[in-house]
C-alpha cells in the first residue's frame, strides 16, 4: 500500500527540507495518478516505469540529474535485490537520496523508508469494506494517512543527506 501523498511529502520533507524533485521508480497501473497527488502536494515529480526489476538499472540512467531524491514504489515486481542494490548504488554515486515503501528497506540501505503503518492499513481496509456493504460508492486510489519514518543515518550520509538532530528526532526510528 502507498503511503497518501501528502503524509508522504510532508514526512520526506522533515528530514530533506530542500527537497523538490523526486524520482518515482514504479511500474503498477496507479503509479501516473499517484504520482500526480504528490505533484499536487508540492513536489515536482519525474516517473520511471520500467519493465520490471532488470530494467531498472536503464530507468535509472534516464534519471541523472532529474531529481533530489528516488521514491521506489511498493511494487513486487521491482523490489528486488538486484533492483535494490542498482538504485541504493545510484543514490549514492549521484547524491540523490533512495527512499523505500517498508523500513525493513532502510535498513537494508535506503536513506530513509515512509510506511504505512499496520494498523492503519487495516482500519482503512475495514472502512471500505463498510462502505461497498453500504452500497456507497468506492474511491478509485485509498491511502493510509499514518505512516511511520524510518531513517538509516549512515545511507543518508552515503547520498548527500546531512540528517540533522532536529530531522532525526522527527523520525519513529533511527537505523544505528
Excluded at 504528490?38 to 515529480?45: C, D, K, P, S, T
Excluded at 521491482?78 to 540523490?96: M, R
Excluded at 523505500?100 to 499496520?118: C, H, Q
Aim: charged letters at 25%; aromatic letters at 4%.
Amino acid at each position: 500500500m502507498k503511503p497518501d501523498p501528502r503524509a508522504l511529502v510532508d514526512r520526506l520533507r522533515s528530514i530533506h527540507p530542500k527537497l523538490k524533485r523526486l524520482a518515482v521508480i514504479g511500474n503498477a497501473n496507479d503509479t501516473e495518478a499517484w504520482a500526480a497527488e504528490v505533484r499536487r502536494a508540492g513536489l515536482e515529480v519525474v516517473v520511471a516505469k520500467p519493465s520490471g526489476a532488470d530494467a531498472v538499472p536503464e530507468a535509472l540512467r534516464g534519471l541523472a540529474g532529474k531529481a533530489d531524491a528516488i521514491w521506489l514504489c511498493p511494487d513486487p515486481s521491482l523490489v528486488t535485490p538486484q533492483a535494490f542494490q542498482a538504485i541504493k548504488q545510484f543514490s549514492w554515486d549521484h547524491s540523490a537520496p533512495f527512499y523505500a515503501p517498508t523500513a525493513g528497506l532502510a535498513a537494508a540501505g535506503a536513506a530513509a523508508a515512509v510506511s504505512v503503518v499496520p494498523a492503519e492499513s487495516g482500519r482503512r481496509a475495514a472502512e471500505l469494506v463498510r462502505l461497498a456493504l453500504a452500497g456507497e460508492d468506492l474511491p478509485d486510489l485509498v491511502y493510509a494517512a499514518i505512516t511511520d519514518l524510518t531513517v538509516n543515518p549512515e545511507s543518508a550520509a552515503k547520498a548527500g543527506l546531512v540528517l540533522t538532530p532536529e530531522a532525526l528526532n522527527k523520525a519513529d526510528k533511527v537505523i544505528r
